[in-house]
């Protein structure tokens, strides 16, 4: 029987160890039998937001575990535990399978376990965790990344996407389809995070961007131009492309396309307009240059992002006005 052992520590987020536990702790042998062998592994007394856990085992049980499962680590500018750095680097020595979900990745590249491989976390510490760690190719964008024995998965219910990956490594898709209908998910997922990630306008400040910025966002349907952008800042294009580094850590044209991207969001979400109209409103000019950068930049097709997002996001509508 594979053991399953998840890593526990003071710190770590009770959603992705509740996710693990409903994936692998589960008796599910009436779909696959043997199932997995669940073991909890920690220094002792734990405490996971307001629970407290109490492991099965110390931590030097994960060397025994045929996959080590590390969920999400809590505080990301505190250095994870050395004896749970320690365990989770010996485990992997001794042939274990190690998974991070979440900002449990942090933990992997304390281990070095991620040093020279492509990797994920959740999107709002990519920058910190590629920062911190230079020696890992961060990827931003993905739901998960499989190095087959180093896997890590980004934010929250991207964990679940990771969780259901293995359990189709291990038994199959018929299977892995099974599990998922039982939790009522998608057993896979299009797209990648970037999908979920929010990229507002920056903060109104005392910069030299601070009044260009509003000035372009009432304008996404003009086809504006790095020049039209320089000339309303009153500065040369030099100059506006270094205070658009400064500022938003990008060009002013790839600032430019997330915020037509963005807008084509919202509006996906909230309106029936067609994609050619959607195209004319974000200043994209046709359907198809829409399409090809949307499923660039977000990681599926306009159509797909309209069906996944936009019955929350009416709902939400309905229930203000009905308020």
């Not at 002792?44 to 994960?62: I, M, N, S, T, Y």
Request: hydrophobic share 40%.
């Amino acid at each position: 029987m594979h053991t399953v052992a998840l890593a526990v520590t003071d710190g770590m987020l009770h959603f992705e160890l509740s996710l693990a536990y409903e994936v692998f702790g589960a008796d599910l042998t009436h779909l696959a039998d043997p199932w997995y062998d669940f073991v909890v592994c920690g220094p002792g007394a734990v405490r996971a937001g307001r629970f407290q856990l109490e492991p099965d085992h110390g931590l030097d049980h994960l060397a025994r575990a045929g996959t080590v499962i590390v969920p999400g680590w809590a505080d990301v500018d505190v250095d994870p535990p050395a004896d749970l750095v320690d365990a989770v680097r010996a485990a992997h020595e001794a042939g274990a399978r190690v998974a991070s979900l979440c900002t449990g990745a942090f933990v992997l590249a304390a281990a070095g376990l991620l040093d020279g491989r492509r990797a994920t976390t959740h999107w709002a510490h990519t920058r910190e965790l590629a920062a911190r760690h230079p020696l890992v190719e961060v990827d931003p964008d993905v739901l998960y990344v499989d190095n087959g024995s180093v896997l890590t998965s980004a934010g929250k219910a991207a964990a679940m996407d990771l969780c259901l990956h293995l359990v189709r490594l291990d038994h199959g898709s018929s299977v892995t389809n099974a599990v998922a209908r039982r939790l009522v998910v998608p057993p896979h997922r299009d797209g990648g995070q970037s999908q979920f990630v929010t990229t507002p306008v920056p903060a109104p400040g005392n910069h030299p961007l601070a009044e260009l910025f509003p000035w372009v966002m009432e304008r996404l349907d003009h086809p504006l131009t790095v020049d039209d952008l320089a000339r309303q800042a009153r500065m040369s294009s030099r100059n506006l492309g270094r205070h658009f580094r400064s500022v938003t850590g990008t060009t002013p044209l790839q600032w430019l396309l997330i915020q037509r991207i963005r807008h084509a969001q919202e509006l996906l979400e909230t309106t029936d307009d067609s994609v050619d109209s959607i195209a004319t409103a974000t200043g994209m000019g046709t359907a198809t240059t829409l399409r090809r950068h949307f499923n660039r930049t977000v990681g599926v097709p306009p159509d797909a992002y309209r069906r996944t997002f936009r019955s929350r996001a009416r709902t939400g509508i309905l229930a203000g006005q009905s308020a």
